[in-house]
């Protein structure tokens, strides 16, 4: 059994009655659809729903809930080409006169908005002759990677027994459709602190990819990845226990009509960056994404987005950064907060801490000397801090406060909220 159909696009008979072309699109059968009534047996109409599931005649045997039946439903209209999948065309030059035709050529170009692109497979040599009531075939193919009108055009050139040449052209135009909605986001972390206590160095990008399937059928999700930018390193976050065997998806891989997956991806930076702050900063190609995907009748479609692109922190002059922290104290004592204060402007700085207590908006109090002099630091260096703080208020509680002043230029740099610790009241 044949699973294609010629869906008849156009059929043009041209003077002088020697030939006639036709232009078909090759289209697949798709299978029937089904909605599955799912309840639970205790529901007060289970039994009902679970019946007229067993007589639906779309249900696949031994799949109730199965989206898809086993029936095959032939495609009535050209139908929908979405971007990523392939175009496949038949056209067919048929001699319908008693006249011998020679030196036939054929040739299909696809004219998209932004190119032209020659796709007859037939070859480019002339074909000697043509018999009448005979026929020249060619099947085209070609992966759409473009959205918008496309034209299909058609030539053919032949010449009469009477030396006559003779040519006619035919454009067919179709739109290719958007067959996803891909929305992201980008979290940037700046710090995590390592399970053995010690300071671990991280800028890692979090990147959320939001996937929905806007065609008008159920698509199967065959492969989504993170191509990253040379700068970085990628890693998958949508595997249990970083298993490919068990994603956080379930085991349906099968997305529905405006149905939405998100997918998560870390992105480290190399080594090489860290050597130079202006690098990292600088840093705003991410990557790019790779979906690949099929319909139900198991026809491939692919997308690869453009370069992502995130807002890179903006650290300024003086980039302050956590290296530990406690995640929990107690009330009414104190701890320790090391923090790493790195120049990412151009010139040595000179610069003064200053710590300022705001009790009416924090439940931290600063403990130390305000006002000390950290001396001058180089382009690109940087200097680790130890501070002290007590905590006063009960719950989690913000470290805000950190004044750094420029001594050359005056200039002082506010640094807020740039940790929490939850404070835990300790019955005595």
Known sequence: MKLSKYTLLSQVPFTPGVKSTSLMRLTKPTLMPHQALVSES???????????NDIEVA?????????????LTLPQNFGNIFLGETFSSYISVHNDSSQLCKEI?????????SQRLSLSSVSPQPIPELQPDHSIDDVIHHEV??????????AVSYMLTSGERMQFRKFFKFQVLKPLDVKTKFYNAEKLEADEGLPLQSDEVYLEAQIQNITPGPIYMEHVSLDPSQQYTASELNNKDGKDVAPVFGPMASLAPNDTRQYLYCLTPKPELYQDARLLKGVTNIGKLDIVWK???GERGRLQTSQLQRVAPGYGDIRLTVESVPDTVALESTFELVCRITNCCERTMDLTLVLQNVTSQSG???CGVSGRQLGKLPHNESLDIPLSLISIVPGLQTISGLRLTDNFLKRTYEHDEIAQVFVVAVDS
Request: hydrophobic share 45%; aromatic share 4%.
């Open 42 to 52: 205790r529901d007060l109409c289970g039994d009902a729903l679970a019946r007229l």
């Open 364 to 366: 931290l109090l600063w």
């Open 59 to 71: 249900r696949t045997p031994g799949l109730a809930a199965f989206p898809l039946g086993s029936l």
């Open 295 to 297: 319909t139900t009748m």
């Open 105 to 113: 050529t054929l040739k299909a170009d696809l004219q998209t908005g």
């Open 145 to 154: 990677k473009e959205l918008g009108t496309h034209i299909l055009v058609c």
